[in-house]
């Protein structure tokens, strides 16, 4: 059974590097160690490494705390991975990260990319549903080099969010539109219907709002967008649209437990982060890392300030 536990709880397992291989432990393997090959539940424990390996006492197959997570072949220790998980639970930068854990920037930005990337396939199985409402929006990078750099211009998005019966907005979805979607540098109807079919549960009612100053636009959902924007413009100094929906991922993620008292997103992003699949620095700098059609979610709509 998962364990909640709260701010305080998670900084307490940086106290050592044992405390967090024993509470990694209970989140890979809650109801105990269980062999990924052939479903035995009896291992030995090898002791001669940085993190203790596992060897079935069945088919003898060995396994590290750390396989099929994201913090798979880290030379990074488990205590600053646990403090960054923190940090990006609470939405801090790469440099913020390196300042707090002691490493290089170059590896707080892949340990921060790499926990978005678990961020981002949690959201990917997240759907709308009930009254939704969908808006058109814009993000624009508000930075000096954005001035000189046309790819750091606006990026065109879909802003869609499930509302509850007293006009809440329950869940959010953002999602950064490629060429492909776009005709006259408008989202095309296609485009929108593509993102409801990945995005929206069938039997949701959607009200659709074309165009940026459609005035039918959910205005709450508008001003999120611009909360969204405003967080990744001051936090991070704006974006260009390599990453963007990683880091729009990590907003909506946030988001779904604003209304909690910060254990929930704690408990969560390090169960997310213990049984996702890692992703290298090749991959994350590559053409592979661009955002895949209708691959996740999240989206904003900012103004320059």
Same mark, same amino acid.
Request: proline share 4%; net charge positive; hydrophobic share 40%.
């Given at each position: 059974? #998962?364990?909640?536990?709260?701010?305080?709880? /998670?900084?307490?397992?940086?106290?050592?590097?044992?405390?967090?291989?024993?509470?990694?432990?209970?989140?890979?393997?809650?109801?105990?160690?269980?062999?990924?090959?052939?479903? /035995?539940?009896?291992?030995?424990?090898?002791?001669?490494?940085?993190?203790?390996?596992?060897?079935?006492?069945?088919?003898?197959?060995?396994?590290?705390?750390?396989?099929?997570?994201?913090?798979?072949?880290?030379?990074?220790?488990?205590?600053?991975?646990?403090?960054?998980?923190?940090?990006?639970?609470?939405?801090?930068?790469?440099?913020?990260?390196?300042?707090?854990?002691?490493?290089?920037?170059?590896?707080?930005?892949?340990?921060? /990319?790499?926990?978005?990337?678990?961020?981002?396939?949690? #959201?990917?199985?997240?759907?709308?549903?009930?009254?939704?409402?969908?808006? #058109?929006?814009?993000?624009? *990078?508000?930075?000096?080099?954005?001035?000189?750099?046309?790819?750091?211009?606006?990026?065109?998005?879909?802003?869609?969010?499930?509302?509850?019966?007293?006009?809440?907005?329950?869940?959010?979805?953002?999602?950064?539109?490629?060429?492909?979607?776009?005709?006259?540098?408008?989202?095309?109807?296609?485009?929108?219907?593509?993102?409801?079919? /990945?995005?929206?549960?069938?039997?949701?009612?959607?009200?659709?709002?074309?165009?940026?100053?459609?005035?039918?636009?959910?205005?709450?959902?508008?001003?999120?967008?611009? #909360?969204?924007?405003?967080?990744?413009?001051?936090?991070?100094?704006?974006?260009? *649209?390599?990453?963007?929906?990683?880091?729009?991922?990590?907003?909506?993620?946030?988001?779904?437990?604003?209304?909690?008292?910060?254990?929930?997103?704690?408990?969560?992003?390090?169960?997310?982060?213990?049984?996702?699949?890692?992703?290298?620095?090749?991959?994350?700098?590559?053409?592979?890392?661009?955002?895949?059609?209708?691959?996740?979610?999240?989206?904003?709509?900012?103004?320059?300030?």
């Amino acid at each position: 059974m #998962e364990t909640r536990f709260s701010s305080v709880d /998670h900084l307490r397992l940086l106290d050592s590097e044992d405390a967090c291989i024993r509470h990694l432990y209970r989140t890979k393997w809650p109801e105990g160690f269980t062999c990924p090959l052939c479903r /035995h539940r009896e291992a030995s424990v090898i002791r001669t490494r940085r993190l203790p390996l596992y060897q079935c006492r069945k088919c003898r197959y060995q396994v590290s705390l750390t396989a099929g997570t994201v913090m798979e072949k880290s030379k990074t220790p488990l205590r600053k991975w646990f403090l960054a998980i923190y940090w990006v639970a609470f939405g801090a930068s790469a440099r913020h990260i390196s300042d707090s854990i002691q490493v290089t920037y170059k590896t707080a930005w892949l340990i921060a /990319h790499k926990i978005r990337r678990a961020i981002s396939l949690a #959201e990917s199985e997240v759907k709308l549903a009930g009254n939704v409402r969908v808006n #058109e929006a814009r993000y624009e *990078p508000t930075s000096f080099t954005a001035l000189f750099d046309q790819s750091r211009k606006k990026h065109p998005l879909i802003a869609a969010a499930s509302i509850s019966e007293n006009g809440r907005i329950v869940l959010v979805k953002l999602h950064q539109v490629l060429p492909g979607d776009l005709f006259a540098g408008m989202i095309t109807r296609d485009g929108f219907q593509s993102f409801i079919r /990945h995005h929206v549960k069938p039997e949701s009612a959607v009200q659709l709002a074309i165009g940026i100053y459609n005035s039918a636009r959910h205005r709450p959902l508008a001003r999120l967008c611009q #909360e969204a924007s405003r967080w990744m413009n001051e936090t991070f100094r704006g974006l260009g *649209p390599k990453h963007l929906q990683a880091y729009l991922n990590q907003f909506e993620y946030r988001f779904r437990f604003e209304s909690e008292d910060g254990a929930s997103i704690l408990t969560d992003l390090l169960h997310q982060c213990s049984f996702r699949p890692v992703v290298t620095y090749s991959q994350l700098i590559g053409r592979s890392a661009s955002p895949n059609k209708y691959s996740f979610s999240v989206d904003c709509m900012a103004r320059s300030s």
